[in-house]
């Protein structure tokens, strides 16, 4: 059965009004076009400053940024973080034979499904603790002896025991150090956790270089110490589920 509009016609509005509202939209309309840049005023690209890396050893950098790849799923950041940390200590296989390793052949030696589904397209991601422990896992699975140290800060008293284990870190390529943050706090745009690999400090200036795997959005960046605490320490928000309240840290890999 067929319903008809029983309401009243209405009578159309007044060319002076319609105009006004129109008028009265238009700054509404201009300020949802408002462009925004790429990356806030805490994060500046590599691409507009590579002076330290010209100038200085930065072992790190030059060990493991070879080895940094997109993650492979929205949710692989860990896979993709964890894969660069253990290629870059391991080094460029010797033989012809041997392949580098990639994020799935990583998941496949862990063989955790657990880390699997998390990291699958639109999976739930990791905590900090799982890092930790599936970091611990693919060092097992790839038969490296390395260990693993959390470093989990609980306010800003421990800035001085961030810049220590950065400056220590600096020292060789024999370590590593991946980030658990969340990104927006550096980033200035997604609020949400995220994981990524230090690549440097540069201590007169007192600012990291982020080895970025969200590759879709990002390039390496520089960001100050302070910022960089404060992104680790900024709790993960209700939208991001199991992950409500977990705050970020460093997990040290190192001999």
């Known amino acids: 059965m067929r319903v008809f509009d029983t309401q009243e016609p209405q009578e159309p509005e007044p060319p002076m009004k319609a105009a006004l509202a ?25 691409t507009a400053d590579n002076a330290f890396l010209r100038q200085s050893p930065a072992p790190d950098y030059w060990a493991f940024s070879p080895f940094v ?22 080094g460029l296989p010797a ?23 998390l990291s699958a397209e639109g999976g739930a991601g990791v905590k900090f603790q799982q890092l930790v422990d599936f970091t611990s896992l693919a060092l097992a699975a790839r038969g490296m002896g390395q260990k ?17 284990l950065l400056t220590a870190n600096e020292v060789s390529a024999q370590d590593a150090l991946l980030l658990y943050f969340n990104q927006g706090v ?18 007169e200036q007192d600012r990291v270089l ?3 795997v969200d590759q879709e ?7 100050p110490v302070p910022v960089l605490l404060a992104a680790m320490l900024k709790p993960t928000s209700a939208e991001h589920g ?14």
């Open 95 to 117: 033989l012809s034979a041997d392949a580098v390793m990639t994020q799935p052949a990583m998941l496949e030696r862990a063989a955790s499904r657990e880390w699997a589904a």
């Open 186 to 203: 550096v980033t200035g745009d997604w609020d949400g956790p995220h994981v990524s690999l230090i690549g440097a400090y540069d201590a």
């Open 22 to 46: 129109l008028i009265f939209l238009l700054p509404f309309a201009a300020l949802a076009e408002t462009p925004v840049p790429k990356l806030g005023p805490d994060a500046v690209p590599i």
């Open 148 to 164: 693993v140290t959390p470093f989990k800060p609980t306010g800003e008293t421990d800035l001085a025991a961030l810049r220590a």
């Open 242 to 255: 199991v992950l409500q309240g977990e705050t970020g840290g460093l997990v040290h890999i190192h001999p």
């Open 69 to 90: 790849k997109p993650q492979f799923t929205t949710s692989a950041c860990s896979v993709a973080s964890v894969t660069a940390a253990l290629n870059g200590l391991a």
């Open 217 to 223: 959005w990002y390039v390496p960046y520089w960001t």
């Open 210 to 212: 982020v080895l970025e």
